[in-house]
Every structure is written in structure tokens, then in C-alpha cells.
């Protein structure tokens, strides 16, 4: 198996089969400062292909995957996934980790009317037919993390420390709004953002740690992306500072970043994602089994591999169910489509091209896994935030509205045309 891998990695690479029935374009940095996170999915897309081509394909046709690497590049996501769509002439793309990258691709998605699936937590505030979202949006993660610090830590104080782009901007302010709501004081908030690959993080922990001056619980809401979280938690080690001083709740951080870390220092800190390794079952310990067998035992899994292999599968149902890979008939068939979690739950893809997801806090550990200390059942992910004014009166609906963003007050379809 890790001979095909190997095979289809470089025959994509270097020449895209003529032989192709179906192309699977798979567009995720393998290198700059987001590698540490998407090289992973890469390798998770190509184990899927396998699998799928060892049960025969789709209706009877083999799968190629055509791997490109953006390299951490926002405008040459866009560059990549227009040669995907128009040289490649791929069926569906796989791919995308930062918001800032999707939507640098989005405005090329929609013109070619290809289709994307993108398999990580995002800022929700975002709808387009062309993109199915198989991350959590912000009620699916951001919002049941916030209510974790409120009602079981009692946490007071809050910093809110993002990389400086789309996603921690727009969900910060989702926060903000929804502190607010809950009684929180604003100076009572401290937000701050950084670039990507910020190494210097001396000064903000220390910002964080005077906002616990006066003794009230501070709790530290990461939306950090990338290798930047090593710094970061390597200065909070630095620091003295613990879980129980102040815990930090990450949103981009799994077993995969922490695989590169020394977490003898992180133990107690959180995250809370939609899966985690640790996760019981037999359809968890299948899959684990099967990836590490595929890339060696010392791999690990990670919440946006169970997006893409909870969409991907989606996705070979829905051509099969359209006995096509045209786009238009395949998001046609895509709506109810059900597949099995790997938390031992059920993936119900919606209408507004969102999944029902449960949503699970965990605690780190000395090995670098989580303990799952909270899980709900499966949550609707929703497009819109109910917590900001403008965005609670908008309803995505593609199978029955056709509109990603419907005015409930003015009963109307608002189109936007992304501009990026």
C-alpha cells in the first residue's frame, strides 16, 4: 500500500495520467508555514484514493489523484486550483487549511463551477454552492468551547490570541459580541493577532498574564494557526504558566502539532475539536489501524482527516448515486447524504452544505493525546452566526431555496459575488 502511495504521489506530480476516468484534485501546502498541518490530508486523500480503487473505483472507473502543493501561498491557492480545474481538468478538489486560502480560491471554484470540499474549522459567514464545509463552523466549536470556560472552568477574563487573517478575525468578533452577551465586561477582553509564522512570543504571554493581575480566572482562546503554535506554547512553558493558571482552549491544534512538540509542559490544556484519536470504537480503531499500517506507526490522526474522510466518502456515494462526477448532479445527490463519524455517531451532510457534527473538548496529555473530557451529540453546523445582528436573519438553503444567503425578514436572496 505504501508502494501505491508512493506511485500515485509522484505520477500525479510529475505526469497526470491520460488514462484517468476520474481526477481527484488534492490542494494542500507541502511546504511553508502551514505544512506542519496539511501535508497530513495529502496523505489522508491518497490512502482514501487507495481504498476506494481496492473496492474498484467508482461505478467500474479508477481514481487518480493530482496532487499540487501551494506552499503556504494564498494567491497561488487560486493559481493551483484554476490549473486544477482548466489543465487538470479535475472532478472535485480536496483541499485548503486557512480561510484565507479558501477564499482566495473561492471566486475560482464558482466561476469554473467546480467543487470543493474544504475539511477544516472555519469562521462560518460563508456560503457558496460550490463548497461543501466539512469543518465545524463556529457553533460547532468556537461557541460550546466558550461556554466550557464560562460554566465548568468559571473563567472570567478572556484573551482571544489569533494568526492575523479572515478566521480568527471573524470569529473573534463572533466571541466578542458573544462575551458581551454573556455579562462580560469588553476590558474584561484582550485580543491580539500575529502574523503567520510568529516566533516572538515573549511580550503577548506577558500581556496575558497581567490581564490575571487583580486574581480573576484567565483563560486563553486560541485561534493561532500553523508552526506559530510552537512558539507560543513554548513560551508558556517558558513562563511557568499551567493549565491551572491559565488554560488555553486551541482551535487549530491536534495530535499532528503536537506531535512535533514537547508536551511534558502542556498537559491540561485543551482543544476542542469535532474528533480526536482517542476517540472509542471500532470504526476509530479501524481507521487508526489502517493509517498507521499505510504510513507508519509513529503517524497520527487528527480532527480535518475525519472531515475529509467523512466528505470524500460523501462524495463517492453522491457520483455514484448520479452515475456522474458533473458537478451539478453530484451536489444534487449530496443533500441527506449520511456517513458514519469516527466517534461512533452519524454525518448528515445539510442543505446549507454543512455536516451535523458532534463536538468534543479534550485535555492534553503527556503523549501528546487528548483525553475527552466533553462530548455532545451530533450538532448542525450552521453557516450563519446567530450571534451577530446582521448575519442571524440569513439562512443558507441550496436544495430547496437555492440561495446560500436568504433574508428571513425581507423573505429575499441576497447574491454576492465573491470578490477575494
Known amino acids: ?33 502551514m505544512a506542519i498541518s496539511e501535508t497530513t490530508l495529502k496523505d489522508t486523500m491518497l490512502m482514501l484514493i487507495d481504498q476506494q480503487n ?16 501551494p506552499a503556504s501561498n494564498w494567491p497561488l491557492f487560486a493559481e493551483k486550483a484554476r490549473e486544477l480545474l482548466t489543465v487538470e481538468k479535475v472532478d472535485v478538489i480536496f483541499g485548503n487549511w486557512t480561510s484565507v486560502s479558501r477564499k482566495s480560491v473561492l471566486p475560482v471554484i464558482e466561476e469554473l463551477n467546480g467543487l470543493l470540499f474544504y475539511p477544516v474549522q472555519y469562521e462560518g459567514e460563508e456560503s457558496s454552492k460550490n463548497v461543501f464545509y466539512t469543518g ?5 466549536q468556537a461557541i460550546p468551547a466558550t461556554d466550557y470556560y464560562l460554566e465548568e472552568l468559571g473563567v472570567e477574563k478572556f484573551a482571544l490570541l489569533g494568526t492575523d487573517y479572515v478566521y480568527p478575525r471573524t470569529t473573534n468578533n463572533i466571541l466578542e459580541q458573544y462575551l458581551k452577551d454573556k455579562g462580560i465586561d469588553e476590558e474584561d477582553i484582550f485580543v491580539n493577532y500575529t502574523p503567520f509564522g510568529h516566533s516572538d512570543w ?11 493581575a487583580d486574581g480573576k480566572k484567565v483563560g486563553v482562546i486560541s485561534t493561532i494557526n500553523g508552526d506559530a503554535n510552537i512558539g507560543f506554547y513554548k513560551e508558556l512553558a517558558a513562563a511557568g504558566v499551567s493549565a491551572d493558571d491559565i488554560p488555553v482552549i486551541a482551535f487549530s491544534v491536534g495530535e499532528e502539532e503536537l506531535a512535533g512538540l514537547d508536551t511534558t509542559n502542556l498537559v491540561g490544556h485543551l482543544a476542542a475539536w469535532n474528533y480526536f484519536q482517542s476517540a472509542e470504537g471500532s470504526v476509530n480503531t479501524n481507521f487508526i489501524k489502517t493509517w498507521k499500517e499505510t504510513m507508519g506507526e509513529d503517524r497520527v490522526t487528527n480532527d480535518p482527516m475525519e472531515a475529509h474522510y467523512i466528505g470524500f466518502n460523501m462524495w463517492v456515494n453522491a457520483v455514484k448515486d448520479a452515475g456522474s462526477t458533473e458537478v451539478d448532479a453530484v451536489r444534487a445527490q449530496m443533500y441527506g447524504q449520511k456517513f458514519p463519524n469516527l466517534t461512533g455517531g452519524m454525518a448528515v451532510m445539510l442543505p446549507n452544505h454543512h455536516l451535523s457534527k458532534p463536538v468534543l473538548i479534550g485535555e492534553i496529555q503527556d503523549d501528546g493525546q487528548f483525553d475527552i473530557i466533553s462530548q455532545t451529540s451530533e450538532v448542525d453546523g450552521d453557516a450563519w452566526t446567530d450571534f451577530l445582528p446582521s448575519s442571524a436573519v440569513l439562512k443558507s438553503d441550496w436544495k430547496d431555496l437555492g440561495c446560500g444567503m436568504y433574508n428571513l425578514e425581507t423573505k429575499s436572496c441576497v447574491q454576492i459575488k465573491s470578490n477575494y
Do not use: R
Open 54 to 69: 481496492e473496492k474498484g473505483g467508482i461505478n467500474g472507473e479508477k481514481i487518480v489523484p493530482v496532487v499540487v502543493d
Open 1 to 33: 500500500m505504501k508502494k501505491f502511495i508512493l506511485a500515485s504521489a509522484l505520477t500525479s506530480l510529475c505526469m497526470s495520467s491520460a488514462t484517468a476516468d476520474i481526477k481527484v484534485g488534492i490542494l494542500h501546502s507541502l511546504s511553508g508555514t
Open 136 to 140: 465545524a463552523a463556529p457553533n460547532q
Open 202 to 212: 515573549s511580550k503577548i504571554v506577558a500581556d496575558v498574564l497581567a490581564l490575571g
